[in-house]
């Protein structure tokens, strides 16, 4: 293993921001996997974690590949995650819509193309990531239509869902665009949680990831289980929206089958308890998306199905 | 007359609203809008909208509807929050919005449904706590053609004509000029702070605009003739170090070709980091104001003359 600083930029009265790799392997850069690049990325920072101490032992044990080189970036913004800031602490921008990045434009401009010039020429970028909007999540691959996208190949982490989606124009500097649009075959990995970790999906997630370069004969040590992968379009996905706002308490959990008319979640007024409003299954199907936070707005999408094919 | 034009419920005893206030008089049904607040830290706008009622009350010729938005991030404005807090989400990236979405994206596509149509939509912003801006109006050069002739009549001192970026299609000015509503993108002053001057040389802008609009019968007072560029004109100076901008140069004004801008200092050290000269003859028409600089922090714009 080598760990080499990719990227590092100096501040007035704090310490160096060093954004660090850690090479495995020797050969043709093969795969690069970035961790956080939010500072609240906490789950994907532990994830690579992970990751790190089983290439460093698969390492000793001869169990990565000749001509095969991983690369593991687990965190980018801990400026932000070390002060509990999601974004760029100084001017709150996020990193992940600078890519390609301009290295003689602004702060995260700067990061960005630090970062996306150690890592543009990696035949695979798996990017370990999370959503706006506070919640959890199936676990599943998810990859833009660019043109270049490579959806076949994403069915050999084994996870049960890849989720494919149109890029909408803010989209353009996402590091997952722009490794497809520098011909990396690029995938978004979403585990369960983002601000907390939960072990679980930590190791579904890692075992994928595992599983992927085991089948792309990078390392030797194979991965049992795994699912064949169904392909869905998230325009596909059913969100169920509240109307009423105030406390919410959900019956059902992520990845949880439910039934046709099956009570989801209710809206309790936040004064009295008194239950404003149901949020009731429309068909069966799996529950994809589930909003976490105990106290909810209104207009608010608190759950995503997965509807059954009929 | 005030209206809501969006509305949830907040968990708390709260409703969330956005509201316009409609000033209408005589037949006509041509229509301005006067929008800002979608940055919640952006306040040269509510000055504008304040003032330009004062003036408006002491008219007798209006003929047509004036619809003034004062506050689209009504939840970022009372928190000095640029963002949709919360959601930790820049409003000027989800329109067009979607009906259908969550509730940012839904109040967005509330809020284009009520702006579209219009004869002439001005989005006033403030720049943002960091840089200080000269009244200037800003085009997409997709859509410099149809918004040039509208964008001179502003009273203000710049049109800078700027390329193409598809992130830049998430704004709401963007995805107004798509449904052809004409819609200005104004940026003036500082975030957190009022500049009185420039707020009153946007309002007799506006005047003039809705003069040429039919919107005012009587005189109005004349207007400055803009500058007007493109990209390649600008020229953007950037902090090599981290460290305490202090400025030398005034905002706003001519500079010649290697004018002291500022310094960058280490006040922990005392050393003078670094010393910013202007790289060509112009107007410093971007200068910063909030002195701490990270490496690449933007301390200036200067327009090449």
Known sequence: ?310 | MIETIAQAMLPVDEKYEIKKNRIQKGKSQKRICIVTGTHGDELEGQYVCFQLQEILKQRDDLNGIVDIYPSLNPLGMDSMNRKVPFFDLDMNRVFPGDKEGSLVESVAYDIIQDLKGADLVVDIHASNVYLKEIPQIRINETQAKELIPLAKLMNVDYIWIHSASTVLESTLAYSLNVLHTPTLVVEMGVGLRITEKYGHQLIDGILNTMKELGLLENNVKPVKEPIISLDKNVHFLNAKYAGLFLPIMSHDHFVEEGSLIGKIVNPLSGEVLDSIYSPCQGLLFTLREYPLVNEGSLIGRILER
């Open chain 1, 1 to 310: 293993m080598e760990e080499k600083v990719i990227y590092e930029l100096k501040s007035l009265y704090r310490d160096h921001l060093r954004i660090k790799g850690y090479q495995f392997g020797q050969g043709k850069p093969s795969v690069c996997i970035v961790g956080s690049m939010r500072g609240n990325e906490v789950q994907q920072l532990y994830l690579c974690a992970k990751l790190i101490q089983k290439f460093t032992k698969y390492e000793q044990q001869g169990m990565i590949n000749k001509h095969y080189s991983i690369l593991i970036i687990p965190s980018i913004n801990h400026y932000g995650m070390n002060i509990n800031h999601r974004f760029w602490p100084q001017d709150d921008t996020d990193i992940n819509r600078m890519f390609p990045g301009y290295s003689e434009g602004e702060t995260t401009q700067r990061i960005a193309q630090g970062v996306f010039d150690a890592i543009k020429d990696f035949e695979y970028g798996i990017q370990l990531t999370s959503f706006y909007i506070p919640g959890e999540f199936a676990s599943h691959i998810r990859i833009m239509k660019t043109g270049l996208e490579d959806i076949e190949t994403a069915k050999l982490f084994g996870l049960p869902y890849i989720v494919v989606r149109d890029p909408r124009p803010y989209d353009t500097t996402t590091l997952n665009f722009n490794w497809q649009i520098w011909e990396t075959k690029a995938y978004s990995l979403y585990t369960k949680e983002t601000d907390i970790i939960d072990e679980k999906s930590v190791q579904e997630g890692m075992n994928s990831i595992l599983r992927f370069l085991y089948q792309k004969g990078m390392i030797k040590q194979p991965m049992s289980g795994g699912y064949v992968s169904e392909i869905i379009e998230e325009k596909q996905m059913i969100s169920l929206k509240c109307q009423q706002a105030g406390i919410l308490k959900r019956f059902v959990e992520v990845e949880e089958y439910v039934e046709k008319g099956q009570i989801l979640a209710q809206i309790l007024n936040s004064y009295d308890a008194s239950v404003i409003e149901e949020i009731v299954a429309p068909t069966s199907g799996v529950i994809f998306f589930l909003h976490v936070k105990p106290l909810v707005y209104g207009r608010t999408a608190i759950i995503k199905m997965k509807i059954d094919k009929i």
